[in-house]
């Protein structure tokens, strides 16, 4: 299950990215398609599971993965650098920001670990390319025990 927390702090920061490069970004379950630009963003999840850290213990570790979809309308005129150059800040959204130190703005307990990306496939039918960033994550949290 994906926690809000790791769906909230990747949407800021795929929303931070989108607004600084004029792009919209969807939340695919309250959006409608019609009508949308030539290059825009959905955010979408892949997968996630939880489980305890240990038999009686209050923390648990969810791993799971972002995905992100950068949806480049055919024949809209985006060539392929501008579409990766998109797909670069996006990644650097989930990066820390200097080796050693401590990603800022991070939630406590949230690290994003690997990154993979899927290109599109040029012999699909339709109007839409689809270049996706895959985007691992853990989360760890406790519930609060009352004694």
Not at 17 to 31: E, F, K, S, T, W
């Amino acid at each position: 299950m994906t926690s809000e927390t790791a769906w909230n702090d990747a949407f800021a920061r795929a929303q931070s990215v989108c607004q600084g490069a004029g792009l919209q970004l969807i939340d695919p379950l309250i959006a409608s398609v019609d009508g949308r630009p030539d290059c825009y963003w959905v955010l979408d999840i892949a997968s996630a599971t939880a489980d305890r850290l240990g038999m009686g213990e209050a923390e648990q570790e969810e791993t799971g993965q972002i995905m992100l979809h950068l949806m480049v309308r055919r024949a809209s005129g985006i060539n392929t650098p501008t579409a990766l150059s998109h797909l670069k800040s996006m990644s650097n959204a989930f990066r820390a920001g200097k080796t050693g130190l401590t990603p800022q703005d991070w939630p406590s307990g949230l690290f994003y670990r690997g990154q993979s990306t899927n290109p599109p496939n040029l012999d699909d039918a339709g109007n839409w390319y689809v270049f996706t960033l895959m985007v691992d994550y853990t989360y760890q949290d406790a519930m609060e025990q009352t004694p």
